[in-house]
């Protein structure tokens, strides 16, 4: 009796999945052929005029069996259905943009018929949620099957027609489509020329992808996210757009993406096109596969733009998020490496504001070797972007600035050695043969590795261009590297705006000194960063040598020092303080005088002033009081404070 039930439910499943698949049918020349004798629901997109509708199967059909139709007609509209054939007493379908009619039919035996059974009902929306599975679909609506041997090519009619149904989708909010994976099976394969997965429904599109994609095939994009516009055409943006992609999924290859003549500025994993509203890319990842190290194609020169990027945004673009993704960028040697994500334009336009946040972009490099660079980890031309808690590593340029407002705050960079057009840094400033000023830029609190064996400099202007940086705010950035590089590749200027504080730095830890602004170095405003204090109280007598402080780097300091009464005495002399160091320059002692001597018969008496110490790093700074006299009386009785400064980096 079990056996019995058992065998009924799993012969009710399979009717039902037989009654409710809804499978994509492509028009071939006018003609839409329905495969009766494996499916009983069918989604055809009208996007031509339908001549003939034919109804067909291997096997002879059932008496009485009822199959289903769904008529979508595209964004455009206006496409005539004709049934003809065996067909009787067909539906009218509506031919308004975006109707959805259902037509049903019931199969005569006798006749050799199908005969409508209803339908016509219309609408301009159907169900919003699909689905790609590498298992039968015929137990799920809106599902197609693909193959996930990384062999078979997923490309091909049906799965034109399955995005053709999402992307006609004008029901509420916009269609969901989640890629299944599976333990057992290995990867999607997409490998026919110009196959492209096309998230274009006008008003948006969800991807929710916990697959793997094989970008095998020679095409602009593996991904399109949003419809196809004219790059730098600035046009009205859509009252509500929104695209997402999320997930734990992964894009593997991508080697055979380029440009072509499809008339985008750029390629990519995934490309975004202009003219969309909003995008947010979340969590998937990169990879490469058949022994490249990563995704995408190479370029032989480090700092060169590549064919194609993992994620290339183009422009114009009103905003966007790419947070969470892991970028495995292919490079196979020192001077040959491929890029990772590229937002080139916008701040002409004022556009492209996007945010790169807790991203990953790397490569296979080497730390103080001969391992493999990428070229350009992160390149932003847009406007007022960031990057915010990225980690990048082993590029010749980890980051390419050539927008405008960009704020780069608390990422982990290392070049890993690799450089690029002659400037060893970890931001590049500066299009490739541009002089175009790149203004408003703030570095705040990046831990870097920025000496032997990673990079040289923080920051530099690209080598390829003759950029100007104007308002820069270069704060609390830390290297971590033992070799303490430079905060700035050569000596370049900043143009302050009217407002304050313009070009400034300060609070930088362990880099070697900027060089103080110069006519040669106009602009930039050093920052006062307090080192240390050391005070002294209840003195009598004059101070033999005492140690104020060791110097934390190799660099300048401003010491300034007080020396003050602290009872009354009569005719007294309060001493004077006098620093001791050795030179950075000479390598001699210096014993400069901070304070004069100065009669006193009065609490309170303040004397004061500064000296400058340039020291190596470690370097005591000493200091001793002279020409103190008790006076008649009460003895005089002062306190000594010393406080340390540094400027700029």
């Known amino acids: 009796m079990k056996t019995k039930i058992l065998f009924f439910s799993l012969l009710i499943m399979a009717i039902g999945g037989s009654l409710f698949a809804q499978v994509p049918t492509p028009i071939v020349a006018g003609v839409v052929t329905a495969d009766v004798g494996r499916n009983s629901n069918f989604k055809i997109i009208v996007n031509q005029n339908v001549t003939s509708v034919v109804l067909s199967s291997s096997t ?4 009485g069996q009822v199959v289903t ?3 979508t007609e595209n964004a455009t509209g206006g496409f005539s259905v004709s049934f003809g054939g065996n067909i009787s007493n067909p539906c009218t379908v509506n031919t308004a943009a975006s109707a959805t009619t259902n037509c049903q039919f019931q199969y005569d035996a006798t006749s050799n018929t199908w005969f409508g059974a209803g339908g016509g009902n219309s609408s301009g929306s159907a169900s919003a949620i699909f689905s790609i599975s590498n298992t039968n679909c015929s137990l799920a609506a809106n599902c197609l099957q693909w193959i996930d041997d990384d062999s078979t090519d997923n490309c091909g009619a049906a799965t034109t027609a399955f995005f053709a149904v999402m992307n006609a989708y004008a029901g509420p909010g916009v269609p969901q489509l989640t890629i299944y994976g599976s333990s057992s099976g290995k990867a999607y394969k997409l490998a026919a020329p110009n196959c492209v997965l096309p998230l274009t429904n006008i008003h948006g599109f969800a991807l929710h992808h916990w697959a793997t994609i094989h970008c095998a095939q020679a095409a602009p994009s593996c991904v399109q996210v949003g419809p196809v516009n004219t790059p730098g055409v600035l046009l009205t943006f859509p ?11 992964v894009f593997v290859d991508g080697t055979n993406l380029a440009v072509g003549s499809s008339g985008q500025t750029g390629a990519g994993g995934i490309y975004v096109e202009p003219m969309v509203l909003n ?8 990879w490469g596969t058949g022994g490249a190290p990563g995704f995408g194609p190479t370029v032989a020169t480090l700092g060169n733009n590549c064919n194609a990027w993992s994620i290339y945004i183009d422009y114009p673009v009103a905003d966007g998020t790419v947070e969470n993704v892991y970028d495995a960028v292919n490079a196979t040697s020192s001077t040959v490496g491929g890029c990772g994500m590229a937002n080139p334009n916008g701040s002409t336009t004022g556009s492209n504001t996007i945010d790169f946040i807790n991203d990953t972009v790397g490569t296979a490099g080497f730390v103080g070797g001969t391992g493999n660079c990428g070229s350009i980890g992160i390149l932003d031309g847009g406007s007022y972007g960031s990057q915010v808690h990225t980690l990048k590593y082993g590029f010749g340029m980890n980051s390419r600035l050539q927008g405008v407002g960009h704020r780069l705050i608390a990422n982990e960079e290392d070049a890993a050695n690799c450089s690029a057009k ?14 175009a000023v790149i203004p408003q830029v703030l570095f705040s609190n990046n831990i870097v590795q920025v000496g032997s064996g990673h990079t040289t400099n923080f920051i530099g202007i690209a080598g ?4 100007t940086m104007l308002d820069y705010q270069i704060t609390g950035n830390i290297t971590t590297s033992g070799g303490g590089g430079a905060l700035m590749a050569g000596t370049p200027s900043c143009t302050p705006h009217l407002t304050s504080p313009g070009c400034y730095v300060a609070g930088n830890q362990n880099f070697t000194s900027m ?11 050093l920052g006062d960063s307090f080192i240390g204090i050391k005070s002294l109280t209840a003195q009598a007598a004059n101070i033999g040598s005492t140690l104020a402080l060791n110097a934390t780097a190799t660099r300048t300091y401003r010491v300034e020092c007080q020396v003050i009464s602290t009872n009354t005495p009569t005719g007294a002399t309060l001493p004077a303080l006098n620093l001791s160091y050795t030179d950075l320059n000479s390598g001699a002692t210096a014993t400069p005088a ?6 006193t018969s009065a609490n309170g008496t303040v004397v004061s002033g500064f000296a400058l110490v340039t020291i190596t790093s470690g370097g005591a700074i000493n200091f001793t009081t002279t020409g103190y006299a008790a006076g008649s009386g009460t003895a005089l009785q002062y306190a000594v404070n010393i406080f340390v400064h540094t400027y700029g980096p």
């Open 60 to 63: 002879s059909p059932t008496g």
């Open 69 to 71: 139709l769904f008529f």
């Open 239 to 249: 009252s509500f757009q929104s695209y997402s992609i999320d997930g734990n999924g």
């Open 279 to 286: 995008f947010r890319i979340n969590g998937v990842k990169f």
């Open 422 to 435: 002659g400037v060893s840094a970890i931001y590049h400033v500066g299009a490739n043969g541009s002089s």
């Open 464 to 467: 390829d261009s003759t950029a």
């Open 515 to 525: 060089p103080a602004p110069t006519s040669a170095v106009p602009g930039w405003a």
């Open 594 to 599: 901070c304070t004069s001597t100065a009669s």
